[in-house]
T-cell receptor, first 110, second 120 residues
Framework: QSVLTQPPSASGTPGQNIAISCSGS????????VTWYQQLPGAAPRLLIY???HRPSGVPDRFSGSKFGTSASLAINGLQSEDEADYYC???????????FGGGTKLTVL | QVHLQQPGPQLVKPSETLSLTCTVS????????WSWIRQPPGKGLEWIGY???????TYNVSLESRVTISADTSKNDFTLRLTSATAADTAIYYC??????????????WGQGTLITVSA
């Protein structure tokens, strides 16, 4: 069971806006920046959002991140079929003194 | 552009030691944080540990009794060793660079992954 809680699945239709949540505690999300990764089927994870809300070059601006207190959220605006993937949140935990990942959310584009 | 290269799939016998090397090109491993992460089939990601300053290490507390990560700056690579392997260690193992920037810390470059199967 992951320290960071994500919904196991999410879905939407093309063009729709969706959000994926990541819930933690004061020892992790509450005091550290959150990162989001996208993992397409059969591929390595890819950096999507870092520092809560920063996009690396090459990531479409349809993707955005936010953090409030001990929770974070990944928003995808204008869903596209190629967004169908697994999404993971990640941060540092000050008590465990290590990197932790959320359990992952499988996004289906209907 | 940093590139991380991993070997092909490997079979490890139970109770033996798993060993994996990640070769870095496009930049020096010195002065950076280099990590191992694994993913059991059909499951989520688990951080194993990282090496930095060419020798200092931090490990996941759940694995630290069995894990060693080392680096060879002359070959520009780093190696994971996991002792006493069991079927629970069957996973895709990824190497990755951990970036520590002003805006946060994150894994920005990843290897392609290596499937390690622990089986007799």
């Amino acid at each position: 069971q992951s320290v960071l809680t994500q919904p196991p699945s999410a879905s939407g239709t093309p063009g729709q806006n969706i959000a994926i949540s990541c819930s933690g505690s004061t020892s992790n999300i509450g005091g550290n920046p959150v990162t989001w990764y996208q993992q397409l089927p059969g591929a390595a994870p890819r950096l999507l959002i870092y520092g809560n809300n920063h996009r690396p070059s090459g990531v479409p601006d349809r993707f955005s991140g936010s953090k409030f207190g001990t929770s974070a959220s990944l928003a995808i605006n204008g869903l596209q079929s190629e967004d169908e993937a697994d999404y993971y949140c990640e941060t540092w935990d000050d008590i465990l003194k290590g990197v932790i990942f959320g359990g992952g959310t499988k996004l289906t584009v209907l | 552009q940093v590139h991380l290269q991993q070997p092909g799939p490997q079979l490890v016998k139970p109770s033996e030691t798993l060993s994996l090397t990640c070769t870095v090109s496009g930049g020096s491993i010195s002065g950076q944080y280099w990590s191992w992460i694994r993913q059991p089939p059909g499951k989520g990601l688990e951080w194993i540990g990282y090496i930095y300053d060419s020798g200092k290490t931090t490990y996941n507390v759940s694995l630290e009794s069995r894990v060693t990560i080392s680096a060879d700056t002359s070959k520009n690579d780093f190696t994971l060793r996991l002792t006493s392997a069991t079927a629970a260690d069957t996973a895709i193992y990824y190497c990755a660079r951990r970036e520590y920037g002003a805006s946060g810390y994150y894994f920005d470059y990843w290897g392609q992954g290596t499937l390690i199967t622990v089986s007799a």
